[in-house]
Every structure is written in structure tokens, then in C-alpha cells.
């Protein structure tokens, strides 16, 4: 079968030098030769996340560590911020893990504004929040630093933020914004193998996760900080995904991160531009548009280019490229273009090519 081009957003396109490092030849998680290996990316990914503390591998997807973040920090009552698929389900997650839950449901499209939060906190009944940076099904990006600014009022909720489509593709310095878990699913901006997930701990979040009786132990944040400080993991990791980490932090470094940063903003710049031209408006709020993808208004809102997505879908697709068709009640009504990872102005270009080709046989 020839290979379709993922232009999904996520998982994301995966380069050859990235399954080449994938493939290399097993060694034992207990062994030195992993714990160099471990050791070497460590500092990278510190640098990556601007944090002084050690970053944690998990083998498992996002979710692993969301649900995981959830049973180490909450101990009275979790606000979940809602904005769309992914943020609506961690309320669920919540429950099911026994937590008291709080929804702060805001309509898709739309950003999480940090004076809600602020309302909900001055109850003074929560002692952690959920926060999805980057709302992968709509699109949307929250205003991060305004929300963490709040901390300094709240110093003890802990805050948890899921940044699985948008880790590495622009700018989260951990320390400074003061965030207590931060955590992303390899396979969406880092362009790796899904399988894998990052994630980093403040200290406080390790002092209460040590106070939490029934934190379970896969996701123990203590088992995987009292492993780091020995450069291991706490169970056999996926090896193959350290190696390809591996390859991928050189080729973040190698790029520079500030060029990395601006390549992805300059590319969904690019692809807004590109549906700008055909009609299309967007269905996130205006000023809270992805960098890493677009999700384009299809009839969702008034106004704009309406168009045949699963139409549009296969054309492109016999182009050798794979497009979203918008995710669970925006399917349709939406559809969505990612530009994150390895991608160019170049491939984003050849993208265009095909969606203008599939559009005018519409
Ligand atoms: C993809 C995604 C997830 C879920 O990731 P899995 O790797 O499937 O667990 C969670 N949050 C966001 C924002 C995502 O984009």
C-alpha cells in the first residue's frame, strides 16, 4: 500500500532518521547503556521544558499521565477547564478516578479565560485544576501565561496542564509559569511513534503526590522522580521511543528551539492564510488560533465557505495525503490541517496544492 501523508493532528508524520533510531538494537533498562542513554537527553529536555527538575518518560499515551496527575494531586476537589473533546473527557477521567469534579464548561471554539478560573478558585473548594493548553479537537489555544499567573494567588491548587499538541512547538518555560504538572503524548508536535509521554513535576506536586494514599503505581509521580534521579524509568520503558527521543531532541537542537517555535507559528500562519483565500473563517475564537493546527469552519458558524469535507477528505487522500474531518460533534462542520513537527514551507505548500485540487473538483 502506498503511504498516505499524515497531515492529522496527531498522530503526526514520522521521519525516517526518527524509525531509524526507533530500530536500534535492544538493550536492558537496567543497564548502564540505558541510563546514558537517559542520562544524555535529560538535560536536553530540561532545556526544552525551562525547568530545573527532572523530566519524567512514560510509556503510555497522554492519557496515562492525565489520569495519573489526577490520582497523585487531588486530594480535595479538581476544577476541569472544558473548551472541547480532549478537556471535556478529563472531567470524566476525574470521576472515574474517584475525585471530587468541578466542570468549567466553556462552548467549543472558545478559549479558557483566566478571570473564570479565578471566579471558581476564590471558592477556595479546589486544590487543583485541569488545563488543556493547546485544545487539539477545536483548535483553540489558551492563554497559558495568564492562566498561571494565577497561581501566585491560589499557591496551593496544583496546576495541571496537558500540552500534548503543543510540547516543543512553542515556547513553555515550566519554572518560570510555575506549573506543577505538565505533560505530552510524543506523537503530535515531537513527530515520534505514538507510546510515549513526557511529563515534569514541581516539587510541590511531589510533596503532596508522597502524601497520596492511593495513587496506584504505574503513575506513581514518586516512583518515576525516585527512578530519574537514578536515570532510569520506574517500569521497562519502550526502549525504541528513548532512542528515537533521542534522535529527535537532536534534531530540536539542531534546528535551534527559537527557530522551531517560529517555524510552527509561521506555518499555521501559513495554512490560515491559505483558507483565508478560499472563503473558509475558523472556528476558534479569532486571537486563539493553534500553532501547531488549523481547524477550519465548515458551516459551524455562519458566514464562509461551505464545502463537501469526506469529499474533500478523499481527493486528497488519493493525493497521498491524510486531513481531519473534524473531531466527535464538529465532524463535518469542521475539518482540521496540522502543520506540526518536522513539516516545512515547502510540505505545507504541496499540502495546499492537493486541498486546491480537491476543492475544485468539489
Ligand atoms: C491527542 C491528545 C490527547 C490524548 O492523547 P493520547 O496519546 O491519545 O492519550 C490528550 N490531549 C490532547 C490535547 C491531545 O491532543
Redesign the pocket.
Known amino acids: 500500500m502506498p503511504h498516505v501523508k499524515l497531515h492529522i493532528?496527531?498522530p503526526v508524520e514520522v521521519s525516517q532518521k526518527t524509525f531509524k533510531a526507533f530500530c536500534s538494537p535492544m538493550i536492558g533498562h537496567r543497564g548502564q547503556g540505558f541510563k546514558d542513554l537517559y542520562a544524555k537527553i535529560q538535560p536536553q529536555l530540561q532545556q526544552l521544558l525551562f525547568t530545573k527538575q527532572l523530566v519524567y518518560l512514560s510509556t503510555s499515551?497522554?492519557?496515562?499521565v492525565?489520569e495519573g496527575a489526577v490520582r497523585n494531586v487531588v486530594h480535595k476537589k479538581v476544577l476541569n477547564c472544558m473548551c472541547g473533546a480532549?478537556?471535556d473527557k478529563w472531567f470524566d477521567v476525574s470521576k472515574k478516578c474517584g475525585k471530587e469534579a468541578e466542570a468549567l464548561q466553556v462552548p467549543w471554539g472558545s478559549p479558557i479565560r483566566a478571570e473564570q478560573i479565578d471566579a471558581r478558585l476564590a471558592t477556595g473548594q479546589f486544590d487543583a485544576l485541569t488545563l488543556?493548553h493547546?485544545?487539539?479537537s477545536t483548535g483553540v489555544m489558551s492563554p497559558l501565561e495568564e492562566i498561571a499567573a494565577l497561581k501566585k494567588k491560589y499557591p496551593d491548587v496544583m496546576f495541571i496542564v496537558?500540552a500534548?499538541?503543543s510540547m516543543s512547538a512553542i515556547k513553555i518555560e515550566f519554572d518560570r509559569l510555575d506549573i506543577d504538572v505538565l505533560l505530552a503524548?510524543t506523537?503530535?508536535a515531537f513527530a515520534m511513534p505514538?507510546g510515549l509521554?513526557v511529563f515534569v513535576c514541581s516539587p510541590a506536586a511531589l510533596a503532596k503526590a508522597a502524601q497520596t494514599k492511593d495513587r496506584g503505581y504505574y503513575f506513581d509521580f514518586v516512583e518515576f522522580q525516585k527512578n530519574a534521579e537514578q536515570s532510569m524509568t520506574p517500569s521497562t520503558p519502550s526502549i525504541g521511543h528513548v532512542y528515537a527521543l533521542a534522535s529527535k531532541l537532536e534534531d530540536f537542537f539542531a534546528e535551534g528551539l527559537d527557530a522551531r517555535f517560529a517555524r510552527h507559528k509561521k506555518l499555521s500562519q501559513m495554512t490560515r492564510d491559505w483558507a483565508a483565500g478560499h472563503g473558509f473563517n475558523f472556528f476558534p475564537e479569532k486571537g486563539y488560533e493553534s500553532v501547531t493546527l488549523t481547524c477550519i469552519n465548515n458551516g459551524a458558524k455562519p458566514g464562509g465557505t461551505v464545502m463537501d469535507v469526506a469529499k474533500l477528505q478523499k481527493s486528497v487522500k488519493d493525493q497521498g495525503f491524510l486531513i481531519d474531518g473534524g473531531y466527535g460533534k464538529i465532524k463535518g462542520t469542521t475539518f482540521r490541517l496540522s502543520n506540526m513537527g518536522d513539516e516545512t514551507e515547502a510540505t505545507m505548500r504541496e499540502l495546499y496544492t492537493a486541498l486546491d485540487k480537491g476543492l475544485k473538483s468539489q
Do not use: H, L, R, Y
Open positions: 493532528p496527531g499515551s497522554a492519557w496515562g492525565m480532549f478537556s488543556i493547546n485544545e487539539t496537558d500534548v499538541s503524548g506523537q503530535k505514538p509521554a
